[in-house]
């Protein structure tokens, strides 16, 4: 449900993940995109992990000429199903019914009415892929390249016990 205020306030979206042969063609396709583009994934990047790879390819993506782009962002959006009515479900699946997400024209907005929604959906969907949250990596990043507040400390385990 998209909880921000806006005109998709309150909006319901199913997000389904790819088969794993769907994703692996549509991360294929990425690459190659961003091959002919003239991006690099050097080593050092390669070593950092999934985090190192997922921002790298953030960034590259802006050197796509959009034609590219295009294709790569819309296949995204199959992922994502409109849900009118949260209360009902489908017996067969369990899942709430939903429906193909309707694009807006000059007449009226679609489903989706905010440029922030879209986002939102987009970042989920690549979360599930990938099985991390991109917020809650591209935060740890800034955290460890000492961005922000200087203040922020946590402890993920007790101090030792004096012997």
Request: hydrophobic share 45%; net charge negative; glycine share 8%.
């Amino acid at each position: 449900m998209i909880e921000v205020e806006g005109r998709d306030h309150g909006k319901t979206f199913l997000i389904v993940e790819k088969s794993a042969y769907d994703a692996e063609r549509w991360a294929t396709r990425a690459l190659m995109a961003l091959s002919r583009a003239g991006v690099e994934v050097g080593d050092e990047t390669i070593r950092s992990g999934a985090v190192g790879i997922l921002i790298a390819g953030l960034e590259a993506f802006k050197a796509l000429p959009f034609e590219e782009a295009e294709p790569l962002l819309d296949e995204m959006l199959g992922c994502i199903t409109f849900v009118p009515d949260p209360n009902k479900i489908d017996p067969n699946s369990g899942r709430p019914l939903s429906r193909p997400v309707m694009r807006g024209d000059d007449l009226n907005d679609g489903d989706i009415a905010d440029v922030a929604t879209l986002l939102k959906l987009r970042s989920e969907v690549l979360e599930l892929h990938l099985g991390f949250s991109i917020a809650a990596a591209l935060s740890n990043l800034a955290a460890l390249a000492g961005i922000g507040s200087n203040q922020r400390t946590s402890s993920t385990s007790p101090a030792p016990a004096a012997q």
